[in-house]
């Protein structure tokens, strides 16, 4: 069983003007699609076929096979991102928005914080909202970096390569990072991982 493109969640216009239906097409069928392929290339008739992806994240940490990485925890960062995003503006409620409270003193401040660590990272990589213990925390990967990275658990991501944005924002990333933190980002989908406070899966056939 092959790795699938996981589908994006809402029409390829439903995030429009902030991350026009151009941007979502390429992102989404060109760019997610490109690292779906070369990772089920990469492990056709080897051990890893009919492995799940966080399985294949895995084995190719431990085996220091970069390029298999590369794509496969590319594939897992976008397949995480397209749930991280919502077609409504949506605000966090409650374990979720005490942890928010108590964690970073607002959601104004949380906001801020992940404007500002996406906004300071030094070309391409992700930033995420990420639990641990109860306490959350804004922590930055680079490149294809994944969340074995992270001091604990997941809860959102927001891609700062620029093919996430530069069609509708140019160069201005901070832009694009303003209006999906302000009016695009799925806490619901948070709170669900902050609840169940393990590891996302990614969507298989
Ligand atoms: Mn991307």
Do not use: C
Not at 37 to 60: C, H, M, P, Q, Y
Not at 142 to 156: C, F, I, Q, R
């Amino acid at each position: 069983m092959a790795i699938i493109l996981s589908p994006l969640p809402y029409a390829d216009d439903a995030l429009a003007p902030v991350i026009s239906a151009t941007t979502l097409q390429t992102h989404h069928g060109k760019h997610h699609r490109t690292y779906v392929d070369r990772t089920n290339t990469a492990i056709e008739g080897t051990d890893l076929a009919g492995k799940s992806l966080e399985d294949i994240v895995a084995a190719a940490i431990a085996t220091g096979n970069k390029g298999l990485f590369n794509n496969s925890a590319q594939t897992w960062n976008h397949g995480f991102y397209w749930y991280s995003l919502s077609t409504t503006a949506q605000t966090p409620e409650g374990a979720l928005a005490a942890a928010i409270d108590a964690s970073f003193g607002s959601l104004d401040a949380l906001k801020a914080e992940l404007v500002a660590q996406g906004t300071g990272h030094f070309a391409s990589g992700w930033v995420w909202l990420v639990a641990k213990d109860g306490k959350l925390s804004v922590e930055q990967t680079h490149d294809a970096a994944s969340y074995a990275e992270l001091s604990g658990n997941p809860l959102l991501v927001i891609d700062l390569w620029e093919h996430a944005y530069y069609l509708d924002h140019k160069n201005v990333r901070p832009d694009y990072l303003k209006k999906v933190v302000d009016g695009h980002l799925n806490w619901a989908f948070a709170a669900e991982n902050f609840a169940r406070g393990s590891l996302w899966a990614y969507p298989s056939a």
